[in-house]
């Protein structure tokens, strides 16, 4: 059973940083890959960042060059590295490992960028 935890999400002004850190449990870590989403409200879940075992990334658009995605194996941890924020990047944040042609979803984590 995989269980994955966000931590990290909170009230921060824009310009402003945070880190997202999503711990798993229940599968080898670090053969899956990983990434987050992120949903606003009234929008569709996006995805903002992705991992893969090896350390590949890719990013959305809306992101690239503020946020930065890592992963210790060693932890079984991924993270998000949120800089420069603005007031669109407010979202529920969901870390998500990919299994199997499975997705696994963590609960979420609330992230509010004030202007």
């Known amino acids: 059973q995989v269980q994955l935890v966000e931590s990290g999400g909170g009230l921060v002004q824009a310009g402003g940083s945070l880190r997202l850190s999503c711990a798993a449990s229940?599968?080898?870590?670090?053969?899956?890959?990983m990434g987050w989403y992120r949903q606003a409200p009234g929008k569709q879940r996006e995805l903002v960042a992705r991992?893969?075992?090896?350390?590949?990334?890719n990013y959305a658009d809306s992101v690239k060059g503020r946020f930065t995605i890592s992963r210790d194996n060693a932890k079984n941890t991924v993270y998000l590295q949120m800089n420069s924020l603005k007031p669109e990047d407010t979202a529920v944040y969901y870390c998500i490992l990919l299994k199997g042609g499975n997705t696994y979803w963590g609960q979420g984590t609330q992230v509010t960028v004030s202007s």
């Open positions: 229940g599968s080898i870590f670090s053969v899956h890959a």
């Open positions: 991992i893969a075992s090896v350390g590949i990334t």
